[in-house]
């Protein structure tokens, strides 16, 4: 079966954070707990979810100032989903609809692991960017 786009599907929190385990190797119990829906409904301009047959593949979260810019954030795919173009196809459906929202500008923050994908296959142009860690017990590791 074809692989469905969904701008601000339904979704639920277990599907969600059963794929972030998968997408970014976590142990399940370490974000079992998160509130997708209620982060999403309360943080995002929207998110894009892909289904393959009912199945969620991949997902990613789109936040905004309210006004011109936008943020790609937690883009995820399934590990048997990968090199499908599915990750592309949920930025594309990103960016179309932060287009469709009076967006000027769409952000992404990536690892340099990511830039075929981020720069090569999804058109992004590299900025310089700054980061600055909040928590440095947390990131000093």
């Given at each position: 079966?074809?692989?469905?786009?969904?701008?601000?599907?339904?979704?639920?929190?277990?599907?969600?954070?059963?794929?972030?385990?998968?997408?970014?190797?976590?142990?399940?119990?370490?974000?079992?707990?998160?509130?997708?829906?209620?982060?999403?409904?309360?943080?995002?301009?929207?998110?894009?979810?892909?289904?393959?047959?009912?199945?969620?593949?991949?997902?990613?979260?789109?936040?905004?100032?309210?006004?011109?810019?936008?943020?790609?954030?937690?883009?995820?795919?399934?590990?048997?989903?990968?090199?499908?173009?599915?990750?592309?196809?949920?930025?594309?459906?990103?960016?179309?609809?932060?287009t469709h929202a009076g967006c000027e500008w769409l952000h992404v923050d990536f690892t340099d692991d990511l830039r075929p994908f981020y720069?090569?296959?999804?058109?992004?142009?590299?900025?310089?960017?700054?980061?600055?860690?909040?928590?440095?017990?947390?990131?000093?590791?």
């Amino acid at each position: 079966m074809s692989i469905v786009y969904l701008w601000r599907g339904t979704f639920t929190n277990v599907e969600v954070n059963a794929l972030h385990a998968e997408a970014f190797r976590a142990p399940t119990d370490d974000v079992s707990e998160r509130n997708w829906s209620a982060l999403v409904e309360r943080q995002s301009l929207g998110w894009v979810l892909a289904r393959d047959d009912g199945r969620l593949v991949g997902f990613v979260n789109v936040t905004w100032d309210g006004l011109l810019h936008a943020w790609i954030l937690d883009t995820m795919v399934a590990s048997g989903a990968r090199r499908r173009g599915v990750g592309k196809n949920l930025v594309a459906t990103a960016r179309a609809e932060a287009t469709h929202a009076g967006c000027e500008w769409l952000h992404v923050d990536f690892t340099d692991d990511l830039r075929p994908f981020y720069v090569d296959a999804c058109g992004f142009t590299p900025t310089s960017a700054g980061l600055m860690a909040l928590r440095e017990a947390e990131h000093s590791s």
